[in-house]
């Protein structure tokens, strides 16, 4: 399976931007899908995940109420919507994707088996 991810870009503080994530064949309703970041320096983190049977999400603290993870299983395609933007949230953002993670694992990055390139996200105060 490849992932490509896509919506990156400059923003200013409060702003929004939607990233999506479109899989290069099917995945399946069990299928986890979701988006670490990693920003210069620092070391990367779950951001927030799905399961594609429309039911489960997980967020990172830092990002629930701002960020909403969904789910289009139509077209292989997980989107991340974030609002109210800060420029802490400025990272490269990357789409991972497996079929047999448990929840417990959802938040761990080497849980996942498949990463897309990133795309950047670069938020200005």
């Known amino acids: 399976v490849q992932l490509q991810a896509s919506g990156g870009g400059p923003v200013q503080a409060g702003g929004s931007l939607r990233l999506s994530c479109a899989a290069s064949?099917?995945?399946?309703?069990?299928?986890?899908m979701g988006w670490f970041r990693q920003a210069p320096g620092k070391e990367r983190e779950f951001v927030a995940a799905?399961?594609?049977?429309?039911?489960?999400?997980d967020y990172a603290d830092s990002v629930k109420g701002r960020f909403t993870i969904s789910g289009d299983t139509a077209k292989n395609t997980v989107y991340l919507q974030m609002n109210s933007l800060k420029p802490e949230d400025t990272a490269v953002y990357y789409c991972v994707a497996d079929g047999t993670l448990i929840r417990s694992s959802w938040t761990n990055s080497a849980a996942y088996d498949y990463w897309g390139q990133g795309t950047k996200v670069t938020v200005s105060s």
């Open positions: 064949e099917r995945t399946f309703r069990r299928w986890v």
């Open positions: 799905i399961m594609l049977n429309g039911g489960t999400t």
